[in-house]
């Protein structure tokens, strides 16, 4: 397990939630169909809203790591001892923190408040990794080499580039010196999930996240919090940890195919049924090439917090570019009031993984004069090997 460059890894040049390593994305959920596609009975298509830049390509494809990126925070300022900063934010707490030994310094004496989940046996879910704590005087710290701006770089254990590994329920307190600015920035990752580190890249499930709003779901290019310290002083800081858990996804058609039901399949987790509202995204898996034409697909991504959600699925059957295009096939029922997501999901306030069934049961229609679709297997389409047969 290499721990020297671990933001490099998880920053590695795209952003959480949206298409990288060459993945396609198929945007918000539901956003905008192409113009002149067609779109009945208040499908959505018509200018549904997305989910405020989502993409569908970042998460796990079957066997890879999770594409991530750049600045996470929750963008809530934390300026006085005792303020939250909500799910996965930050407190300045009133624990005693000794002063730096240099005048010229500040100290800050980082804990840890980690999400009550109950681990799993595997590896990659036992509660069991690396901690990487960073200190940055910007909210928007680059996406690669981050560790070489940061005015503080902690990584635990000690042993970690030669596999140690410490229990994210037992973590100690991490003490940081430096001429830290009056607001800063702090970044934590605890890393569960050994591949994310030998798959070279990317946040993954079996990754707890510190320092960051997650209560309004997630959203690209969100700053790190600010956190207000007294300058040459001790500043005790607590850090909640939210882990990102597994997402296993059975996805099945019911719907008949427009093309051969081949294409990139992404599921995501939004908190609310009306793609209209802008729901917010709590997670995504992504099968960059998925056959739904003769049976189920398996594949995993991540998702955090415990819901209700709502799985909305999308396979771009034809290739086409948009949130829903046409021949797209969803999770979606048209009702009197509206398209809706059909999928609640419930989740165990502890569990680390859960499973669930996805039906793609709707097809967006081509337009009147389309014509049939040309050729449409996963080769065809350029992704990665061949769903078919």
Sequence with gaps: MRARSTFELLFLGCSMLTACGGETSSGGVFHQADAGDASPGGAPGSGGAGTGGLGAGGATSSGGAVGSGGALGSGGAITASGGSGGSGGSTLDASPCAPPTSANDTALCVTFAPEAITARTEAALDKRGVLIVQVFDTATPPEKNSDQVALANQVLPANAATGGEISVDALPEVRLEGAFPATSYVRVFFVDNPRVFAAGGGIDYGVWLGGVNLADGVKK???????????????????????????????????KPVGDGQGTLTVTMVNNPDPSKNPAAF????????????????????????GPYWAAGVLNDLGKPGDLPAGALATLDLTPAGPRIPKEIEVGARDYATTIAVDLNYVNPLSADAGPPGPNSCADLGLVGDGGP
């Design 283 to 306: 997670g995504i898996a992504t099968k960059r090439c998925a056959d739904v034409s003769s049976g189920a697909v398996d594949f995993s991504g991540f998702f955090f917090g415990k």
């Design 221 to 255: 290019g969100e700053p790190l919090s600010p956190v207000s310290l007294t300058q040459g002083a001790g500043n005790a800081l607590n850090v909640s940890l939210t882990a990102l858990r597994r997402l296993d996804v059975v996805a099945s058609a019911s719907a």
